[in-house]
């Protein structure tokens, strides 16, 4: 299987190094001809949700945190697994964003989404590490 | 009050404000507030009654521009005003079905038939 992309970086709790991160990786998925454009959609809109997480809601955008990342894209897989310094988060805490009452709630629809469009997805149990992973074409809900 | 570069292009068409977005990529943090507040200043400030907002160029968009639209749904209620969105792209509009978010809005497929009978 040829490895296209292999890295583990640490990056400062910023805006802007998570959309670099962002583009490193969606950029170089883009340039591959077995992921298809909707998988490339897909990918940088997960992705975006996981480092935006990470940087906001897990390190508080504190300049004294980083989040690690490390990243494996191959013709078949991408697999990136992002964990940040904070204090983590319970899943079930979260509410489901199409229940009628939430359906006006501005936010928690980040997960909703990457578990929509890619493969797989883990959270390590204390909730400050996430496994994404991405086939062409294959989806977990 | 709408703060940091302008993200919006307005222009009034027979009495309806079209804000038309200008970015193609709604991802990043800083941005999105400024989005935020610009959109929000639509209604909080210019005290606009019939706003479209048209996607035609919008190819990302994250869960945290949905919550500034879904903040923004709210203050147009409130302040009885009436907004559509229109132009919005097959994969965009599909994360509107995901989150059921097309269930809140009146989305119209092009700027002509949003602009129709507001």
Known sequence: ????????????????AGQALLERIAGKIETLESFSPHDAFGIRLALDEAIVNAIKHGNGFSPDKTVRVKCLIEDQLLRVEIEDQGPGFCLEDVPDPTEEENLERPCGRGIMLMRSFMSNIEYSPTGNRVLLEKRPGVRMQ | MSTGQRRLDIEEIGGVTVARFVDKKILDETNIQNIGNQLFALVDEDGRKKIV??????????????????????????????????????????????????????????????????
Not at chain 1, 5 to 16: G, K, L, R, W
């Open chain 1, 1 to 16: 299987m040829a490895v296209h992309e292999q890295f583990e970086v640490s990056i400062p709790s910023t805006a802007e």
């Open chain 2, 53 to 118: 907002l048209d996607f035609s160029i919008v190819e990302y968009l994250s869960s945290a521009a949905l919550g500034k639209l879904i903040t923004m749904d709210k203050k147009v209620k409130a302040a009885k005003a009436k907004l559509r969105l229109c132009a919005i792209r097959p994969e965009i509009y599909e994360v509107f079905e995901i989150t059921r978010l097309n269930k809140i809005f009146d989305i119209k497929s092009t700027q002509e038939e949003a602009l129709d009978g507001m």
